[in-house]
């Protein structure tokens, strides 16, 4: 059956179990006729991706490692560990159990318990206390230190090493700087809400942009803008708001989910263990912790993981129509600037027709002996006389387009519908008086 413990992972070495070397496989070849076999324990990522082979860069990012980390800050100036530190992460290890007769009972772990130096994977024997030692201090104090029973036969010790491993969800075996220790689904319930936090800000900040446009633009009553609440503080400066934030919080929370399917998959594979294990579901029901109730925290959590997820992706689609709608704004800006340039130009073309055209040396047009030669109050009031005759109207459809092009446009009846509306329930609500006072009448003359 598949568990859960911690494990001390060396990311500096870059190695995964799941990666063959050709050594390790003419070790394979060599011992084939061996009943002797190496089972390690591997990551959850090794164990919920079986095809995957190299997870050295997943394991090396899992949300535990990364909640320790956040909870491990280093004072000014201290180095970085770097790529080359070890981290703690969740890994899966095997349990298996023979039962011989009522009195023997054998089993085996994939726990490191010779001291063999490890390649990149250590399981944790501080954080949890091991599988073996664990089930060994239960089976010793009983129901003194305990939540088991003391253990009397093989099939209880059977029973006890499942409770213990399944336990392994739970148990508060993972250390936390300056903090009580926690357990993985405890962190995970916790890196949730540290990705709710961030996110409700952002929110905030987004909806006191609106309201800070609102109010400059005078569209926010004054009675409705309380200088004292946070969503009526500047606004940032950034108008098109960078989505870099959302974008790390919704990769934060789509490393939780994914881990939580792990999770819950290994919670799955040890429920099937149970239901061969125990003779029947009232007896497994009797522990305090079953992969049943794990299974139900970890869907309750995913739901809410979701629900994040949700959450920030609604705010990036609120970001992105306030986007839409500021280039809308803007295009709308600079259309009425091309339109004042087109007026100008409308205004200009024919003036610049005139002017060109009398500049034309015609024998008609008034002449002296340096050439073409006119008087003002000749020329200036065919100029300007002209150029507003060809200009303004153009000018006055240009502007006035919208609402002439409205007028042609089929209206719909909607005031003539909404008055028949009204004229209907009023003539219903006279209707219903008329009915009730029938009604009272016919009342009052059976009680005389």
Same mark, same amino acid.
């Given at each position: ?5 911690? #494990? ?94 009522? &009195? ?18 250590? /399981?944790?024997?501080? *954080? ?51 903090? &009580? ?63 870099? *934030? ?148 153009? +000018?006055?459809?240009?502007?006035? /387009? ?11 009846? +909607?005031?003539? /519908?909404?008055?028949?509306? *009204?004229? #209907? *329930?009023?003539?219903? &609500?006279?209707?219903? #008086? ?15």
């Amino acid at each position: 059956m598949p568990y859960l413990t911690i #494990g001390t992972y060396h990311s500096g070495e870059d190695k995964s179990a799941t990666t063959a070397t050709p050594m390790a496989f003419d070790e394979s070849i060599n011992e084939r006729n061996s009943r002797e076999a190496i089972h390690e324990p591997i990551t959850l990522d090794q164990y919920y991706y079986p095809t995957i082979v190299n997870t050295s860069a997943r394991d090396n990012d899992q949300v535990l490692s990364k909640f320790l980390q956040s909870k491990c800050k280093q004072p000014e100036g201290a180095k970085s560990l770097g790529a080359s530190s070890e981290k703690k992460i969740l890994i899966a290890g095997q349990l298996w159990i023979w039962i011989i007769d009522e &009195k023997t009972i054998i089993t085996a772990t994939t726990e490191n318990l010779n001291n063999i130096p490890p390649k990149s994977l250590q /399981v944790d024997p501080k *954080s949890f206390g091991g599988l073996l030692q664990t089930a060994l201090d239960n089976i010793l104090h009983g129901e003194a230190k305990s939540l088991f029973e003391r253990a009397t036969t093989a099939q209880s010790v059977m029973e006890l090493l499942l409770g213990v491993a399944t336990r392994s969800f739970i148990d508060h075996s993972v250390a936390i700087p300056n903090e &009580k220790s926690k357990g993985p689904i405890e962190i995970f319930r916790e890196s949730i809400r540290d990705v709710c936090r961030p996110t409700k800000s952002l929110f905030r900040d987004f909806l006191r942009g609106l309201r800070e446009a609102e109010k400059q633009k005078g569209q926010l009553p004054v009675e409705e803008v309380d200088s004292k609440s946070p969503e009526t503080k500047p606004a940032s400066s950034n108008r098109y708001h960078v989505i870099s *934030s959302e974008t790390e919080l919704l990769d934060m929370i789509r490393d939780i989910r994914d881990e939580l399917h792990m999770l819950n998959s290994l919670a799955e594979d040890q429920e099937f263990v149970w239901k061969q294990a125990f003779a029947s579901n009232d007896v497994m029901n009797l522990n305090s912790c079953t992969p049943t109730d794990i299974k139900k925290d970890l869907t309750s959590m995913l739901s809410e993981a979701n629900r994040t997820e949700n959450y920030i992706n609604t705010l990036l689609d609120l970001r992105r129509a306030e986007f839409g709608r500021l280039q809308a704004s803007d295009s709308a800006r600079q259309s009425n600037i091309i339109f004042i340039f087109t007026i100008i130009t409308i205004i200009f073309l024919p003036l610049s027709f005139l002017t060109s055209l009398f500049a034309l040396d015609v024998s008609d047009f008034p002449h002296d002996s340096e050439g073409v030669k006119y008087k003002a109050w000749w020329l200036f009031p065919i100029l300007f006389g002209g150029t507003a005759l060809v200009s303004v109207p153009p +000018i006055i459809l240009a502007w006035y /387009v919208n609402a002439l092009s409205g007028k042609f446009r089929p209206r719909n009846n +909607i005031t003539s /519908v909404s008055s028949e509306i *009204s004229r #209907g *329930s009023q003539k219903a &609500k006279r209707s219903l #008086g008329h009915f009730g006072r029938r009604v009272r009448r016919q009342n009052n003359d059976h009680t005389v």
